[in-house]
């Protein structure tokens, strides 16, 4: 196989992977009692106590057992998610949901660590490149550092270096 | 005593002001070169004393508070409102961190004890050693300063005169804090916290002067790994609590104050593994140098966020304005760490060019991308609710749902890098080379995946699939992944040990540990930091059940039938307490009893649950007494069947091992011999130099 198959075979392998995991994540959850569970932890208990709805565990809470009963009865009315989110946080406000909405400003929230960290990991390439890694290798003796090796000796270089080599890893 | 605590505190902040500015006007003469009346020398001589004097001030002022903890002197209002008479012996010491002022005085003596030995060492670099200990001195001020200006520990009861009546008992412990971890938790965190200033003042000395070569890493390196440990240690304890009191079933909550401690161990991290590039190749100054200013400032900002109440979290024990002091000390930090670096960059330079995309250098710096990006993540979510409502006037949540979904791919990437990293040389590899370390752990990656399918450990629940299931899967499987490669790693270098000496696998791999001890601690590390990930994975399979049980009434959760035989009573001086007795049953046979407790603690009138957990390495048996229905008297239990959470305090124990045994001193190598003589310049010698 040449380079060029060989970077398609990758690319749909890639492509292929990427496909199953998007597939996977969008079945999401349908039956009632997962969707409880999933939507009692995507909300807040609002008694103060800072602990998910579906976890919240005082006794004698005055709070999460009738917003409880609240959620089993929207799941009940055939409400979605979005719905019965969008309902607790209209009645209890935004405090309600366990995570930022994805609307105005609170969109930010999600897109920043995002941004972050594809600036990042352009800045890491672009340091990369500067420092001379993508560049292409030179030649080792052109560098001056190493000589070539031949394979035994690289073998026995390898051997000294395990249990000579100090500090690091 | 409170007359003598204050006095102590006044003491030491004059004689810090005193070791900060002769210090300072000391070195500033050493490095103009002026001549003087004084010598220089002699000047930042005194200072360094006066910073050993400083410490015993402090100690002086810290023994006060806890005498006056023992001795019930309730005319100090500190002690009135943290402790009372009936409080246990060893949480009278924890009164010293239960309230923000006595926190800001372990602070400062946990400051004065890192630096009375800083400045014990000072003869291994006089110069260095003066430079940190002035910059030490100037955070010991700072907070010398809150303590006698802004939160004084001693301050008196309104109205107190000296002989005057005082109330006959005080306050009380918060019970949240009434439990054996509450006695170690904080003082690990703080002994992090505080000991990252050592690290810090280092850099910022060994920038300041310009300081030659990476020695001042190899000098902090003990320091910053010991500093690492006890965060390390003080998280997890902290998790431990929370698992063990607040009887909610989980160990993080992501909560602010749990993120602020978890910030500058990130940072740290990302330090004790960029630092090695600069050790071995002279790259990443730059990158080390901010990356200690960040996880210093990050430690004050977790204070911050701990004791000013900038945000809301169950954790923050005590509130109040100090924030602004941290907010402009903070900012002073910031400055005078922007003001050395621009002025001395050019000290900065990379002595090295990256060779290889795919190396260790270049492995180390996506490990730090990474981790700063985790770093930034958590920053952001805890302190975006005050952003949103500076911008829109209403707060939002950030709770665990966010960090699930942004944080956790991030750490299964870490994990991965976890075990490439090591499989990597430096410089540069073959192919040859990646297909023959990454062979078993693709191996051990994909039987995982299958082993988890066939064992019912897959993403799909009840046929929809779950996210956290699958998250789950991902990290088995990439745990096994890097398990494998570090264990072969392990079993190559014995093998070259056993060819060589003869010896047997164990004996073998005791001497390859011992003659690179820095390496195989490590590498002890990851395999721990492996563990823990597995069992933060088992919390994707937890189940629970709740019910009201009447005598001789049975809930059955996973393999355990739990049947309530009775319930108990008992009192003593500092709380009364509620039992059910609970028999547990497995395989129609009885294992063990359980006793969960529900608390009320007599002074503050505040209920705290003890929960009672069964652990086995497969999974923990969490029971919680949730109290008594009020309409029917009978017992509320919570049962929770926990897979795997066992493995996360075992893996804490492997991770304080290796950290132990990467702190210990390499054994001179047996084939020392085959070492090319330094002074014989030959090609082969920066083979030799980049080895490992």
């Given at each position: 196989m040449g380079a060029p198959a060989r970077f398609a075979f990758w690319m749909r392998a890639v492509e292929a992977s990427v496909l199953a995991v998007a597939i996977c994540f969008s079945l999401g959850a349908t039956d009632a009692s997962?969707?409880?569970?999933?939507?009692?932890?995507?909300?807040?208990?609002?008694?103060?106590?800072?602990?998910?709805?579906?976890?919240?565990?005082?006794?004698?809470?005055?709070?999460?057992?009738?917003?409880?009963?609240?959620?089993?009865?929207?799941?009940?009315?055939?409400?979605?998610?979005?719905?019965?989110?969008?309902?607790?946080?209209?009645?209890?406000?935004?405090?309600?949901?366990?995570?930022?909405?994805?609307?105005?400003?609170?969109?930010?929230?999600?897109?920043?660590?995002?941004?972050?960290?594809?600036a990042a990991?352009?800045?890491?390439?672009?340091?990369?490149?500067?420092?001379?890694?993508?560049?292409?290798?030179?030649?080792?003796?052109?560098?001056?550092?190493?000589?070539?090796?031949?394979?035994?000796?690289?073998?026995?270089?390898?051997?000294?270096?395990?249990?000579?080599?100090?500090?690091?890893f | 005593m409170a007359a003598f605590g204050s006095f102590c505190l006044l003491i030491a902040l004059a004689l810090a002001a005193y070791n900060l500015l002769a210090g300072a006007i000391a070195l500033r003469l050493l490095a103009t070169g002026q001549p003087t009346r004084i010598s220089p020398e002699r000047l930042a001589d005194t200072a360094r004393r006066a910073g050993i004097a400083g410490f015993i001030a402090v100690t002086g002022a810290a023994f006060a508070l806890i005498w006056s903890v023992f001795t019930n002197d309730f005319s100090i209002t500190y002690i009135l409102e943290h402790s009372n008479r009936a409080l246990p012996i060893p949480y009278k010491f924890a009164a010293l961190w239960s309230g923000q002022e006595g926190s800001l005085l372990l602070w400062a003596w946990l400051l004065g004890t890192y630096g009375f030995v800083l400045r014990l060492r000072h003869k291994t670099d006089v110069k260095l050693y003066a430079y940190a200990?002035?910059?030490?001195?100037?955070?010991?001020?700072?907070?010398?300063?809150?303590?006698?200006?802004?939160?004084?520990?001693?301050?008196?009861?309104?109205?107190?005169?000296?002989?005057?009546?005082v109330p006959a008992d005080g306050n009380g412990l918060n019970p949240l804090l009434q439990y054996p971890e509450m006695v170690i938790h904080p003082p690990m965190l703080y002994l992090g916290y505080v000991g990252f200033s050592v690290p810090f003042a280092f850099a910022l000395g060994a920038l300041m002067m310009r300081y030659p070569g990476e020695k001042w890493i190899k000098?902090?390196?003990?320091?910053?790994?010991?500093?690492?440990?006890?965060?390390?240690c003080g998280i997890f304890l902290g998790m431990h609590w929370a698992y063990a009191v607040l009887g909610w079933g989980g160990y993080w909550g992501w909560d602010p104050v749990e993120n602020a401690s978890f910030m500058p161990w990130l940072t740290g991290t990302a330090f004790l593994h960029s630092v090695m590039m600069q050790e071995r190749k002279?790259?990443?100054?730059?990158?080390?140098?901010?990356?200690?200013?960040?996880?210093?400032?990050?430690?004050?900002?977790?204070?911050?966020?701990?004791?000013?109440?900038?945000?809301?979290?169950?954790?923050?024990?005590?509130?109040?304005?100090?924030?602004?002091?941290?907010?402009?000390?903070?900012?002073?930090?910031?400055?005078?760490?922007?003001?050395?670096?621009?002025?001395?960059?050019?000290?900065?330079?990379?002595?090295?060019?990256?060779?290889?995309?795919?190396?260790?250098?270049?492995?180390?710096?996506?490990?730090?991308?990474?981790?700063?990006?985790?770093?930034?993540?958590?920053?952001?979510?805890?302190?975006?609710?005050?952003?949103?409502?500076?911008?829109?006037?209403?707060?939002?949540?950030?709770?665990?749902?966010?960090?699930?979904?942004?944080?956790?791919?991030?750490?299964?990437?870490?994990?991965?890098?976890?075990?490439?990293?090591p499989l990597l040389p430096w410089r540069?590899?073959?192919?040859?080379?990646?297909?023959?370390?990454?062979?078993?752990?693709?191996?051990?990656?994909?039987?995982?995946?299958?082993?988890?399918f066939v064992a019912g450990a897959n993403p799909w629940k009840g046929g929809t699939f779950d996210q956290g299931r699958f998250y789950a899967m991902v990290a088995f499987a990439m745990s096994a992944a890097v398990f494998t490669a570090i264990v072969a790693e392990f079993l190559r270098g014995a093998a070259v040990i056993m060819r060589q000496t003869g010896r047997n696998l164990f004996a073998a791999l005791w001497l390859l540990t011992r003659r690179n001890?820095?390496?195989?601690?490590?590498?002890l590390v990851h395999i721990g930091v492996v563990i823990v990930v597995v069992g933060l994975a088992g919390a994707a399979f937890n189940k629970n059940i709740e019910s009201e049980m009447g005598l001789h009434s049975k809930i059955s959760i996973g393999p355990y039938t739990l049947e309530q035989v009775g319930a108990s009573q008992d009192s003593n001086l500092n709380y009364d307490s509620d039992y059910a007795l609970l028999d547990v049953y497995k395989g129609g046979k009885k294992v063990f009893q359980l006793a969960p407790e529900k608390r009320i603690y007599l002074v503050s009138g505040q209920p705290q649950t003890m929960v009672a957990i069964?652990?086995?390495?497969?999974?923990?048996?969490?029971?919680?007494?949730?109290?008594?229905?009020?309409?029917?008297?009978?017992?509320?239990?919570?049962?929770?069947?926990?897979?795997?959470?066992g493995w996360i305090w075992f893996g804490l124990a492997v991770i304080v091992a290796g950290t132990f045994i990467a702190l210990v001193p390499s054994l001179t190598p047996a084939t020392a011999a085959l070492r090319i003589p330094a002074t014989q310049s030959t090609p082969i010698e920066p083979a030799l130099k980049g080895g490992a």
């Open positions: 997962a969707r409880f569970n999933n939507l009692g932890h995507r909300l807040m208990c609002t008694c103060g106590c800072a602990q998910l709805l579906g976890e919240c565990n005082h006794v004698g809470c005055p709070e999460s057992g009738h917003e409880l009963k609240e959620l089993t009865a929207a799941i009940a009315s055939g409400l979605s998610d979005q719905q019965i989110l969008d309902g607790f946080a209209a009645k209890y406000g935004a405090t309600v949901l366990a995570a930022p909405p994805t609307k105005g400003f609170d969109l930010v929230a999600w897109i920043a660590p995002f941004a972050v960290f594809a990991l352009m800045g890491t390439i672009l340091l990369i490149r500067r420092w001379g890694g993508l560049r292409g290798k030179k030649p080792a003796v052109e560098t001056g550092e190493l000589v070539a090796l031949d394979t035994a000796e690289q073998e026995r270089m390898e051997r000294i270096r395990r249990e000579t080599g100090e500090g690091g | 200990g002035t910059i030490l001195s100037g955070v010991q001020v700072f907070f010398l300063s809150v303590l006698v200006f802004a939160a004084p520990p001693f301050s008196l009861l309104p109205g107190y005169v000296a002989g005057g009546p000098i902090t390196r003990t320091w910053t790994m010991v500093t690492w440990l006890f965060l390390t002279g790259m990443m100054k730059s990158w080390n140098v901010w990356l200690i200013f960040s996880t210093f400032l990050l430690t004050l900002l977790g204070t911050l966020l701990t004791r000013a109440g900038l945000v809301s979290s169950v954790h923050a024990f005590a509130q109040s304005s100090i924030g602004t002091w941290f907010v402009v000390f903070m900012c002073i930090v910031l400055a005078v760490c922007i003001f050395t670096y621009v002025l001395q960059r050019s000290h900065l330079k990379t002595e090295h060019q990256l060779e290889s995309l795919v190396s260790r250098e270049s492995s180390f710096l996506f490990n730090n991308l990474m981790l700063l990006t985790a770093c930034f993540v958590i920053l952001w979510g805890t302190l975006f609710p005050v952003l949103s409502e500076y911008v829109e006037g209403s707060k939002v949540t950030v709770g665990a749902p966010f960090y699930n979904a942004v944080a956790v791919p991030i750490g299964l990437f870490l994990l991965f890098l976890t075990g490439v990293g540069s590899t073959s192919m040859k080379a990646i297909k023959r370390n990454f062979v078993m752990p693709s191996i051990a990656l994909w039987v995982t995946v299958i082993v988890c001890t820095r390496r195989y601690g490590g590498y069964h652990s086995t390495p497969e999974w923990d048996l969490y029971v919680v007494y949730e109290g008594a229905n009020p309409d029917t008297g009978q017992p509320i239990i919570k049962a929770f069947l926990n897979p795997l959470v």
